[in-house]
């Protein structure tokens, strides 16, 4: 059995002894720290895990000055003990505990380790001798919270704890428009957003947990809630919209003037307030319309890359007054290389993306050799695909940490996005965000993590081990059909693309007949799913993850359908008796969506994602020919 023990993240340095030893049934957790409270946290969770062993009764006192046969743990705080101010010491010793640490961060890591050993051991435990640091020293996820989905602050703290547990420590709510701004009520008054109490309450019990609730507001594009309304949309780079890159949009971006920037201000001296983070990202990316319309001639004298590093510098001299250290999106700046040397030198750049082939290398090389510090930023994968893509989710997040210490970035921040409606429920979220948390723990160490088995037992609770693997293999059962797409998977393209559409790109695809493909997914998805009434998940949440599985395979299934039936692979003449089936199997999807989406989430953008899947729905309403 010790030899089959994982660990998420598994720790740098680990050695296992074969022989196991009794804890005893009572005792004492001797916090020996200058601040009990400060640690008093880590102790009650170590408590709390040993506690639900059956026969152990384990006491928290202060200080070592007891008897020495009642001490069973000792949590220790020594300054400069480690050689990594997050890193810590675990030994087990003949049943007894020692955890060392220089801060009480370092304290919280080693904690998370031993009660990942003590649920798997019970209570005969192995001498362990162990030494753990983590690679890079910003360890986070930004949660898209404005793309429709925005999880109930129920939610959200279970997360939080999942993600410490893992020993994340940041975390950033993507804002477009969800700040409950008092100054601007009317743009967010349909959309529940956060109020500042909630985010004084979720920063609070972030800092608890060594996690840092860094505000994020975007500053220059992905504005189009505001600037499609009247009362802002003088602010607009394109106030009628305009064509760009990816086709005819509205209005997105702000026009960079200094009455955009009197806007900002409004907005930083209301938000950053609640937040006891000292970072502040500012988002800037994708300003697609940008030099389009009312720069235009400006663009044309200066160019575009000028007219954004200029406004960008206006952001960051707003920020720094405010005494803040500002993130930003990288992703425009490495289109004019020539003008990253001209970015000021405590701005710090996050350099995204979600492909495998994502060239963090170039770009940390580009961001290291002007002196900017980075982060790197992969992803779930999950957005745009409803279960994740797993072998690009590992594939991203391994090459973004590669390069990221290959070039010193300071940071890995894991992302989860919402495109298009935000479909993904929460739990298929679970394999990309482990991903990241073990990959930017310990990137060596953790490559060869069997994750399947981490997520059963660190995500899932699951003895039997299956979940995990169901998860991991539900992800990747896209890629049997042979298409490839970017930033998605084909599946969750078939279920947003109106027929016509729809089979004009099938066909224009290299494979000549994807029918015996989509039915190998449908097989596989039946393999898959029958093992799911055989999980033995101790997660609260277990009856809810089971249903959101479920309607995610049933998604995945009907995506292959459609296809079939959009292709006219299996018409009779003179009926559609497919095309009455999948509005039957429409007709239950919907409103398990609906279910699933309160369970966890906020009202506000429900309407709007569920209207994407009325428009899927709609598709099969059209009148049979005569």
């Avoid at 006192?61 to 890193?87: E, K, M």
């Avoid at 088995?453 to 991991?472: H, K, N, P, V």
């Avoid at 992800?475 to 559409?501: E, W």
Wanted: glycine share 8%; proline share 6%.
């Amino acid at each position: 059995m010790l030899h089959d023990l994982v660990f998420l993240p598994t720790p740098r340095q680990i050695t296992i002894a074969d022989a196991s030893h009794e804890l005893p049934a009572t005792g004492a957790i001797c916090l020996e720290t200058p601040s009990l409270l400060q640690n008093l946290l880590a102790a009650q969770q170590l408590q709390e895990t040993v506690n639900a062993i059956p026969g152990l009764h384990w006491e928290i006192v202060g200080g070592t000055r007891i008897p020495d046969a009642q001490i069973c743990a000792v949590l220790s705080l020594t300054a400069n003990s480690t050689p990594h101010p997050q890193g810590y010491q675990l030994t087990v010793t003949n049943g007894r505990i020692h955890i060392v640490a220089s801060t009480a961060a370092g304290l919280f890591y080693g904690v998370q380790t031993t009660r990942q050993l003590l649920m798997q051991c019970g209570r005969s435990l192995p001498d362990v001798r162990c030494t753990d640091w983590p690679d890079f020293p910003n360890r986070g996820l930004m949660l898209d919270v404005s793309r429709n989905k925005a999880p109930t602050m129920a939610t959200l703290f279970g997360l939080v704890e999942m993600l410490a547990s893992w020993k994340i420590n940041q975390l950033q709510l993507y804002f477009e428009h969800m700040y409950a701004y008092r100054q601007h009520p009317t743009v967010w008054q349909d959309a529940s957003p956060f109020t500042a109490e909630e985010i004084v309450a979720l920063d609070r019990f972030c800092r608890e947990r060594f996690i840092e609730l860094v505000p994020n507001q975007n500053s220059f594009g992905h504005l189009t809630t505001w600037l499609t309304r009247p009362e802002y949309n003088h602010l607009a780079e394109a106030p009628e919209g305009c064509d760009t890159i990816w086709g005819f949009r509205p209005a997105a971006s702000l026009q960079p003037t200094e009455e955009s920037l009197r806007f900002l201000r409004t907005l930083y001296d209301e938000l950053l307030p609640n937040f006891s983070s000292r970072q502040f990202n500012v988002g800037c990316d994708e300003t697609i319309d940008l030099g389009k319309v009312r720069s235009k001639a400006q663009a044309e004298e200066v160019g575009v890359g000028r007219l954004y590093v200029d406004f960008l510098k206006q952001i960051h001299r707003e920020v720094r007054a405010r005494g803040y250290t500002m993130q930003f999106w990288g992703d425009i700046i490495t289109h004019y290389p020539e003008l990253v040397r001209e970015l000021p030198r405590d701005a710090v750049a996050l350099e995204w993306g979600y492909e495998a082939d994502h060239p963090f290398d170039e770009h940390g090389a580009l961001f290291a050799a002007s002196g900017i510090p980075f982060y790197v930023c992969p992803g779930t994968s999950t957005w745009n695909s409803i279960v994740g893509r797993t072998t690009n989710t590992i594939e991203n997040m391994r090459s973004a940490a590669r390069n990221g210490l290959k070039h010193g970035a300071v940071g890995f921040l894991n992302t989860d996005w919402g495109d298009n409606g935000h479909w993904q429920p929460l739990s298929m979220s679970f394999l990309g965000l482990a991903a990241g948390a073990a990959y930017g723990w310990a990137l060596d160490a953790n490559c060869p993590l069997p994750l399947p088995d981490a997520l059963s037992r660190f995500a899932f609770r699951d003895a039997t081990g299956i979940m995990g693997r169901l998860a991991y293999d539900l992800g990747d059962i896209y890629r049997l059909t042979g298409i490839s797409v970017h930033n998605a998977s084909v599946l969750f393209r078939v279920l947003q693309s109106p027929p016509s559409t729809l089979i004009e790109w099938l066909r224009n695809n290299e494979i000549s007949d994807p029918a015996p493909r989509l039915r190998a997914v449908l097989d596989a998805i039946e393999g898959l799913m029958g093992s799911l009434a055989h999980v033995d998940m101790q997660h609260p949440d277990a009856e809810l993850i089971k249903r959101e599985f479920t309607w995610g395979a049933n998604m995945l299934r009907h995506a292959c359908w459609r296809a079939i039936w959009a292709l006219g692979l299996e018409r009779n003449a003179g009926s559609d008796p497919l095309r009455q089936w999948l509005l039957q199997e429409a007709d239950k999807l919907l409103p398990e969506f609906a279910a699933l989406w309160h369970a966890r989430n906020r009202e506000g953008g429900f309407a709007n994602s569920m209207a994407r899947l009325e428009k899927m729905r709609a598709d099969y309403l059209v009148e049979e020919s005569a």
